[in-house]
């Protein structure tokens, strides 16, 4: 059975993507590392993850038979609620039996977070809730999952790179039209999955559009650099599209993983640590926000006077924490996740 090439350098990403985020949630407002707009970032790179690992399996498949569309569906929805459910849904089942600890009106809210709704419940309430804040974007990109598969297999290859540039104009355009809160919807989130899936189409249905493809693409990211540091450190435009920047970015690395396994950049992305924390990137992410709030629960009824019972940030408790949440992730990840993962073996993607 033909494969898609394995990628050296994406595990290394999506630790720097989660480390993006862990700093943003946990660092305080005014410290100096929020310049930047860190939890974004990370966040959108993840996105740009997906929608060129989706999309480039969708391709790749979907290319061999149109009669295979279905089995494919198939295949990729239940490979997907095997790395995803499991230990979402297990955490669901925690925060709700230990609700008085999580608060943030999860009981009353339950179903949002159930249904993968949540950016629909930020959005309409016009409010972040908490430690439970982040499951925002694991909502947008099941969502994605929802629609995405039956677009790209059942509309025509013909129409791909159609339907990639409304993904990218929309997503940009949208931004521009509605509050701050807008940014947790998936329309608003298009641009991301478009530019990665941008990527996969060149890849695999346009390998002959690589070279001049990735020759501007270096230059694209440059300017896009540039132009992010300069607003960020001038201020000079309000509604700068940071997304679109990071998104551009970020397909620029997903570039060189995938066409330079040898560079110097892969090498640092392959890195023993990156690797290992991109492994269990997703627990860290689910887990990262929620840790903190029962470690200060405990602390509490201990007795413990520590910094965080006080509401005060400390470096030494801050990496304290951030060990035992890759620890409990990595416990999730060979408990868990790693042995039903075992399971997508009964879903393979069939090219004949």
Known sequence: MERLKYISGLNGVRAFAVIFVIIAHRFPQDHQVQVLPLGSMGVDIFFVLSGFLITRILFFYGMKSDSLNWAILRAFYWRRILRIFPIYYLTMLFLYLTKSVIGNNFEENIWWYLTYTSNFLIY?????????AHLWSLAVEEQYYLFWPFLVLFIGRMRWLLLILILIILGTGYSYLFN???????????????????LAYVEIQRPRWSTIFFKILPFLAAFALI?????????TWNKFPVRFVTSVIAVYIISVCLTKPKSILVGLLENRVLYFLGLISYGIYLYHNLVPR??????????IDAPSVRYEFNYTEFVIQTLFIVFISYLSW???EKPILR?????????K
């Open 124 to 132: 309409y309430n016009e409010k972040w809730f908490g430690a439970l």
């Open 294 to 303: 029962y470690w200060r629960y405990t602390l509490m009824k201990f007795n």
């Open 227 to 235: 132009g992010f540091l300069n607003n960020y450190f001038n201020e």
């Open 334 to 336: 060979i408990i868990i």
């Open 343 to 351: 399971l997508k073996s009964k879903y393979q993607y069939s090219t």
């Open 180 to 198: 701050e809160f807008s940014k947790v919807l998936t329309v608003n989130c298009l641009n991301t999955f478009g530019l990665g899936g941008l």
